[in-house]
């Protein structure tokens, strides 16, 4: 997690925090919608499976591992499969099989409490849900959103605590609950891979904030 200034004094970030920035920007479509073909051949060809993507973790390790997989998940993919599971998994008749909600899994005896706050702190980052968007501001995608924003304020300490704040206080107590039971789901195919990746990553977040 850092950056750097450059000559005329502007904000430029480094490879790492580039590349958690996109990795944010990817979750973020991928629970938003099931992905189009276009994102599908762009996740295929963009490297992944060599530890693209800007960030380059650790050969072996979990994350790389991950990234390898849904790379190879998304080159065998059909959109239109994604998006019956998606659909399936994610929406339902009636009710979601899982549900991609914070307030579900930090608020389950009050979870209108959840939202409330959340909306408040991110009316106070000039922030709120684009006019027309159908989701609450605690979906997953919405919240790695905010990640992806936070990340390209920067590296100054307060940007930083910033994410650590907003991360412990809106992902990390139930990103992994959420992750292993897309994985374990029988109706996921594609799923499961962004699911693994997606608790790859945020197990890297989580530790790096752990240790900042």
């Avoid at 990795?23 to 938003?32: D, E, I, Q, T």
């Avoid at 998304?74 to 659909?87: G, T, V």
């Avoid at 608020?107 to 684009?130: D, H, N």
Wanted: charged residues 25%.
């Amino acid at each position: 997690m850092n950056a750097k200034k450059e000559e005329d004094g502007a904000l430029r970030l480094d490879e790492a925090d580039a590349g958690r920035a996109e990795f944010y920007a990817l979750l973020a479509r991928l629970f938003y919608a099931a992905p189009d073909p276009a994102l599908l051949t762009a996740i295929a060809d963009a490297g992944m499976a060599d530890g693209g993507f800007a960030a380059r973790p650790t050969e072996g390790a979990p994350l790389a591992a991950s990234m390898r997989m849904l790379a190879a998940a998304s080159r065998a993919m059909d959109a239109e499969a994604a998006r019956d599971e998606y659909d399936s998994v994610f929406i339902g008749t009636g009710r979601a099989e899982i549900t991609p909600y914070a307030s579900y899994y930090l608020g389950r005896s009050a979870p209108e409490r959840v939202l409330v706050k959340l909306r408040a702190e991110l009316a106070a980052m000039g922030l709120g849900r684009k006019h027309g968007a159908l989701e609450p501001e605690d979906h997953l995608a919405a919240l790695c959103d905010v990640m992806r924003y936070l990340v390209l304020r920067g590296n100054q300490d307060v940007a930083l605590q910033q994410q650590k704040i907003f991360f412990n206080e809106y992902i990390a107590a139930w990103y992994a609950e959420f992750c292993v039971s897309v994985a374990a789901s029988s109706k996921t195919n594609f799923y499961k891979h962004v699911a693994t990746f997606t608790q790859a990553f945020l197990d890297v977040e989580a530790e790096a904030f752990e240790l900042s």
